[in-house]
């Protein structure tokens, strides 16, 4: 019924490596964290490894900056309670500043490994928690945080960087209302992205927001407000081209 309710790459060897887990002897996860827009690396990212417990201030466990090809190494010991979450700020896309490109991942405790970070695994992560989201950080219930935590992987796969099993699981695919939505909001978010500053800016204007992590949690809270605005702005921005069949972006299939 949860599921229901909520569905309204390795790093190289010369990866940043952060973190410290092993240096204290306990059980410890290692992730392997890419940063990319729309498929492209972003280098130079501030990538910011986070718990989130209830009753406590989100801490920040490591902070490092992605390298030429938009990976960083994180350690840190495994928590009973809570979760972490992989926050990114900025960086360059083919030497080009994307200052209000922010992605985002939640890891709940059972996973590790690869973490891509993208359009896709950001909107996972907040509509499970959006509730929680404020002023850029976790706040909330332990209920609500293993609840919530454990439902990001039904819309996204953060170890591949696309959709979640459940969200997949259907015969009619390519005509989910659900996918269509994502995408059209990827598609926008990744605007912030390829520096289409005239897109970009609208975007985060009409979600009263400075950088897209932001923008997308208040479309997770209040979808509704601007609505026909965000739709709008998707097909002006991703226009058919003449001769073709469907819009200029790559997140398919999309609402019409």
């Given at each position: 019924?949860?599921?229901?309710v909520?569905?309204?790459?390795?790093?190289?060897?010369?990866?940043?490596?952060?973190?410290?887990?092993s240096?204290?002897?306990l059980?410890?996860?290692?992730?392997?964290?890419?940063?990319?827009?729309d498929?492209?690396?972003v280098?130079?990212?501030?990538?910011q490894?986070i718990?989130a417990?209830?009753?406590?201030?989100?801490?920040?466990?490591?902070?490092?900056?992605t390298n030429?090809?938009?990976?960083?190494?994180?350690?840190?010991?495994?928590?009973?309670?809570?979760?972490?979450y992989?926050?990114s700020?900025?960086?360059?896309?083919d030497?080009?500043?994307?200052?209000?490109?922010?992605?985002?991942a939640v890891?709940?405790?059972e996973?590790?490994?690869?973490?891509?970070m993208n359009?896709?695994?950001?909107?996972?992560?907040?509509?499970?928690?959006?509730?929680?989201?404020k002023?850029?950080?976790f706040?909330?219930?332990?209920?609500g945080?293993?609840?919530?935590?454990?439902?990001v992987?039904?819309?996204?796969n953060?170890?591949?960087g696309?959709?979640?099993?459940t969200?997949?699981?259907?015969?009619?695919?390519?005509?989910?209302?659900?996918?269509?939505?994502?995408?059209?909001?990827a598609?926008?978010?990744?605007?912030?992205?390829?520096?289409?500053?005239?897109?970009?800016?609208?975007?985060?204007?009409?979600?009263?927001?400075?950088?897209t992590?932001?923008?997308?949690?208040?479309?997770?809270?209040?979808?509704?407000?601007?609505?026909?605005?965000?739709?709008?702005?998707?097909?002006?921005t991703f226009?058919?081209?003449?001769?073709?069949?469907?819009?200029?972006?790559?997140?398919?299939?999309?609402?019409?």
């Amino acid at each position: 019924m949860k599921k229901t309710v909520l569905l309204l790459a390795i790093a190289n060897t010369c990866a940043i490596v952060a973190g410290s887990a092993s240096a204290h002897n306990l059980p410890s996860n290692d992730y392997k964290v890419t940063v990319e827009s729309d498929g492209q690396a972003v280098s130079g990212a501030q990538v910011q490894m986070i718990k989130a417990q209830s009753g406590l201030a989100p801490k920040i466990i490591s902070t490092a900056k992605t390298n030429h090809e938009g990976k960083v190494i994180f350690s840190s010991e495994v928590i009973d309670n809570g979760f972490y979450y992989f926050k990114s700020i900025g960086g360059k896309i083919d030497g080009n500043e994307v200052p209000n490109y922010s992605t985002l991942a939640v890891s709940n405790n059972e996973q590790n490994g690869p973490v891509i970070m993208n359009e896709i695994t950001t909107i996972g992560s907040v509509y499970p928690l959006a509730q929680f989201y404020k002023d850029g950080q976790f706040n909330g219930n332990a209920n609500g945080f293993k609840i919530g935590s454990e439902q990001v992987q039904n819309l996204a796969n953060i170890n591949t960087g696309s959709f979640g099993d459940t969200v997949l699981n259907g015969a009619n695919v390519t005509e989910s209302q659900t996918i269509g939505r994502m995408n059209m909001m990827a598609a926008l978010m990744s605007t912030c992205g390829a520096n289409i500053s005239s897109s970009c800016g609208q975007f985060l204007t009409i979600n009263h927001a400075d950088n897209t992590i932001d923008a997308i949690a208040n479309i997770a809270v209040a979808p509704y407000a601007h609505a026909k605005q965000n739709s709008d702005l998707f097909f002006s921005t991703f226009p058919v081209p003449e001769g073709q069949a469907r819009r200029s972006t790559d997140f398919l299939p999309y609402l019409t």
